[in-house]
C-alpha cells in the first residue's frame, strides 16, 4: 500500500462532468495542512489550457505564502476555451476555496493551483461543480492515493502511484505521486497530469531545480503516440510536515528518490499507452553530442512502422535502420549497429548472418523491450520509452468525443 506524506489530505467527488453517469470520482483535491512550496512543469503547446496558464501564475506568486493544494477534474479540458474558460477556471478555485473556509479552513483560492483533462474545447459545466464541491471537500482524508489515482483516469487503463521513503540526517521523510495519461503523450516536460507530494522540508530553489532535472530525466523521455496534449502538468508541493529539512549535501539523495518516483510514473504513462502491448527501451549511443543522440530515438520510437513491427513481433530492422537515416544526424551508415532483445540485428551496412527471426520469436513476446542502437563512437547518448501502436490506439481514439 501507499502512504501519504505527513500533513496531506486527499479528496474525491463524482461530478458527472463526463455526462454519462459513470460510478466513478472525476474530481479530486490534494490539499496540504501547511503552506507548501510549489514546483511545476507544464506543456510547451502554444494552446495551452487555462487550468495550465493559471497555474503558473499562482506558483510565480506563491512566494512565502506557499501552496496549499492542487484540484484536479478529468472530462473537461478547458482548453482552447477563450476568456470564459479562464474565468470558470478561476471561479472553481473560488467555490473550493469558499468550502474549505465553511470546514474552518482560510485558504485563498490564489494557493490552489488547476489541473484539468479531458475532451477540448468544451466549456466547464459549472452547474456540476458547484453541486459537486460540497462533497469534495467533506471527503478529505477520507480517499487513499489509489483513490485519487483513480478519480484522474479518463482513457487509463489502471491508476498510475508511486513512492519512496528517504532517511536523511533528520530523519525520514517520504514522497508519494500519481499521474494519468495514456494518449497524446509525447512530452517536452511531463505527461497529461501528474503530482508529487514530500514532506520534506526544501528550500524553494532547490525544489524548483530538482523538480526540473528530475522532469527532463523522466518524463521528458516518453513516446506514446507523437503528440503532446494542451494540458500536460506536473505539480510537487513540499510542505515540511516531517520536521525534516533536506541539508545542502543532501540535495542529491532526495532528487535521486524524486527521479525514481517520476521514472515509474513515466514507464507506467507508456505501458498504459492507448491500445499499446510493449514498451521499446530505446537507448542511443555513439553520437556526436546527446541532443543528435535523442533525435534518433525520438524518430525511431515516434516511427508509425516501428511501432506496428514491434506491435507484430517483427524484428524489421530495415524499420529501425531507415528511421535512424532519417533522423537529420549526421552520422557514418557503415558504422551503425542495432542490438533487439540481445540479438544484433545490423551492422557493417547490412543484416547480420543470424536467424534473428528464430532468435527473437520467444523475446518479442514480452512487454519491455531493449533496443540499443550505435551510431559510432562519439559520447552522445539518449534513452527513450516508447509503445507499439496497435488496433486499439485506433479504436480508442476514433470515438473520443463520443
Same mark, same amino acid.
Given at each position: 500500500?501507499?502512504?501519504?506524506?505527513?500533513?496531506?489530505?486527499?479528496?474525491?467527488a463524482?461530478?458527472?462532468?463526463?455526462?454519462?453517469?459513470?460510478?466513478?470520482?472525476? @474530481?479530486?483535491?490534494?490539499?496540504?495542512?501547511?503552506?507548501?512550496?510549489?514546483?511545476?512543469?507544464?506543456?510547451?503547446?502554444?494552446?495551452?489550457?487555462?487550468?495550465v496558464?493559471?497555474?503558473?501564475?499562482?506558483?510565480?506568486?506563491?512566494?512565502?505564502?506557499?501552496?496549499?493544494?492542487?484540484?484536479?477534474?478529468?472530462?473537461?479540458?478547458?482548453?482552447?476555451?477563450? #476568456?470564459?474558460?479562464?474565468?470558470? +477556471?478561476?471561479?472553481?478555485?473560488?467555490?473550493?476555496?469558499?468550502?474549505?473556509?465553511?470546514?474552518?479552513?482560510?485558504?485563498?483560492? #490564489?494557493?490552489?493551483?488547476?489541473?484539468?483533462?479531458g475532451?477540448?474545447?468544451?466549456?466547464?459545466?459549472?452547474?456540476?461543480?458547484?453541486?459537486?464541491?460540497?462533497?469534495?471537500?467533506?471527503?478529505? !482524508?477520507?480517499?487513499?492515493?489509489?483513490? @485519487?489515482?483513480?478519480? *484522474?483516469?479518463?482513457?487509463?487503463?489502471?491508476?498510475? *502511484?508511486?513512492?519512496?521513503?528517504?532517511?536523511?540526517?533528520g530523519?525520514?521523510?517520504?514522497?508519494?505521486?500519481?499521474?494519468?495519461?495514456?494518449?497524446?503523450?509525447?512530452?517536452? *516536460? =511531463?505527461?497529461?497530469?501528474?503530482?508529487? &507530494?514530500?514532506d520534506?522540508?526544501?528550500?524553494?530553489?532547490?525544489?524548483r531545480?530538482m523538480?526540473?532535472?528530475?522532469?527532463?530525466?523522466?518524463?521528458?523521455?516518453?513516446? /506514446?503516440?507523437?503528440?503532446?496534449?494542451?494540458?500536460?502538468?506536473?505539480?510537487? @508541493? =513540499?510542505?515540511?510536515?516531517?520536521?525534516?529539512?533536506?541539508?545542502? %549535501?543532501?540535495?542529491?539523495? @532526495?532528487?535521486?528518490?524524486?527521479?525514481? /518516483?517520476?521514472?515509474?510514473?513515466?514507464?507506467?504513462?507508456?505501458?498504459d499507452?492507448?491500445?499499446?502491448?510493449?514498451? &521499446?527501451?530505446?537507448?542511443?549511443?555513439?553520437?556526436? +553530442?546527446? =541532443?543528435?543522440?535523442?533525435?534518433?530515438?525520438?524518430?525511431? !520510437?515516434?516511427?508509425?512502422?516501428?511501432?506496428?513491427?514491434?506491435?507484430?513481433?517483427?524484428?524489421?530492422?530495415?524499420?529501425?535502420?531507415?528511421?535512424?537515416?532519417?533522423? !537529420?544526424?549526421?552520422?557514418?551508415?557503415?558504422?551503425?549497429?542495432?542490438?533487439? +532483445?540481445?540479438?544484433?540485428?545490423?551492422?557493417?551496412?547490412?543484416?547480420?548472418?543470424?536467424?534473428? $527471426?528464430?532468435?527473437?520469436? %520467444?523475446?518479442?513476446?514480452?512487454?519491455?523491450?531493449?533496443?540499443?542502437?550505435?551510431?559510432?563512437? !562519439?559520447?552522445g547518448?539518449?534513452?527513450?520509452?516508447?509503445?507499439?501502436?496497435?488496433?486499439?490506439?485506433?479504436?480508442?481514439?476514433? $470515438?473520443?468525443?463520443?
Amino acid at each position: 500500500m501507499s502512504h501519504i506524506p505527513q500533513g496531506f489530505r486527499l479528496g474525491a467527488a463524482n461530478a458527472d462532468f463526463r455526462g454519462k453517469h459513470l460510478e466513478r470520482n472525476d @474530481l479530486s483535491l490534494v490539499f496540504s495542512d501547511i503552506p507548501a512550496t510549489a514546483a511545476g512543469v507544464f506543456t510547451t503547446n502554444l494552446f495551452r489550457a487555462a487550468p495550465v496558464l493559471v497555474s503558473e501564475e499562482h506558483i510565480a506568486s506563491s512566494g512565502e505564502a506557499g501552496v496549499r493544494g492542487v484540484l484536479f477534474n478529468s472530462g473537461q479540458a478547458n482548453a482552447c476555451t477563450g #476568456e470564459q474558460g479562464r474565468e470558470n +477556471c478561476l471561479r472553481t478555485l473560488d467555490m473550493v476555496s469558499e468550502e474549505l473556509g465553511k470546514a474552518g479552513e482560510k485558504v485563498s483560492p #490564489e494557493s490552489l493551483l488547476p489541473a484539468s483533462t479531458g475532451v477540448i474545447g468544451a466549456q466547464m459545466p459549472m452547474d456540476k461543480w458547484a453541486a459537486a464541491v460540497p462533497a469534495l471537500v467533506a471527503s478529505l !482524508g477520507h480517499v487513499d492515493l489509489e483513490g @485519487l489515482a483513480r478519480a *484522474m483516469m479518463t482513457t487509463d487503463a489502471f491508476p498510475k *502511484m508511486a513512492d519512496r521513503s528517504l532517511t536523511l540526517k533528520g530523519g525520514t521523510v517520504l514522497l508519494a505521486g500519481v499521474a494519468k495519461g495514456a494518449g497524446m503523450i509525447c512530452p517536452n *516536460m =511531463a505527461t497529461m497530469l501528474s503530482l508529487v &507530494m514530500c514532506d520534506a522540508k526544501v528550500e524553494p530553489s532547490a525544489w524548483r531545480a530538482m523538480f526540473r532535472r528530475a522532469a527532463d530525466a523522466t518524463f521528458n523521455r516518453v513516446s /506514446v503516440d507523437g503528440d503532446t496534449s494542451t494540458n500536460d502538468s506536473l505539480y510537487g @508541493l =513540499a510542505n515540511g510536515a516531517s520536521g525534516v529539512a533536506v541539508e545542502p %549535501e543532501e540535495i542529491p539523495l @532526495l532528487e535521486a528518490s524524486l527521479t525514481e /518516483v517520476l521514472g515509474e510514473l513515466a514507464y507506467m504513462l507508456v505501458k498504459d499507452g492507448e491500445g499499446a502491448t510493449k514498451v &521499446m527501451h530505446i537507448h542511443v549511443t555513439g553520437a556526436s +553530442c546527446d =541532443a543528435d543522440a535523442e533525435k534518433v530515438a525520438r524518430t525511431i !520510437g515516434h516511427s508509425q512502422l516501428v511501432k506496428t513491427a514491434m506491435f507484430g513481433r517483427d524484428p524489421n530492422w530495415g524499420r529501425i535502420v531507415a528511421a535512424a537515416g532519417r533522423a !537529420g544526424v549526421a552520422f557514418d551508415p557503415m558504422a551503425l549497429r542495432v542490438t533487439l +532483445c540481445g540479438v544484433e540485428l545490423f551492422r557493417d551496412g547490412r543484416p547480420t548472418d543470424l536467424d534473428f $527471426d528464430a532468435l527473437l520469436e %520467444e523475446p518479442l513476446k514480452a512487454v519491455d523491450l531493449p533496443l540499443e542502437v550505435s551510431l559510432g563512437n !562519439g559520447p552522445g547518448e539518449s534513452r527513450l520509452l516508447a509503445s507499439d501502436l496497435s488496433h486499439g490506439y485506433v479504436s480508442l481514439n476514433s $470515438d473520443y468525443r463520443s
